[in-house]
């Protein structure tokens, strides 16, 4: 039988492409980095310079083979929104302003673009 991934049926994620986070757990905890790629039915991200691992990969017409490293996916649990102002882990929160929702840092109040 195969079962698909849908363990998470929230909407809206608390992070976004682009965004500045940084590790909470694991072994890259305190690392900060950039969201390159969120894949929201399986609740994980790719984030710069965080969970790298090391993929063989055979050599292709264009490619030679050898070792590489790569960012691998982190789990969305393992990542807190960093604080425009402050520059530590938020939480963040939901507001309508000029009939629009925007994020917000919990923490500083501050409106996150």
Known sequence: MNKSITSHKTSKLHVKKGDKVVVLSGASKGIEGEVKEIFPKK???IVEGVNIVKKHTKPTADQPGGINEVESSIHLSNLALLDPKAGKATRIGRKEVNGKSV???KK???IIK
Do not use: L
Request: hydrophobic letters at 10%; zero cysteines; charged letters at 35%.
């Open 43 to 45: 609740y994980r991200a």
């Open 108 to 110: 500083s109040g501050e």
């Open 103 to 105: 994020r917000y840092s």
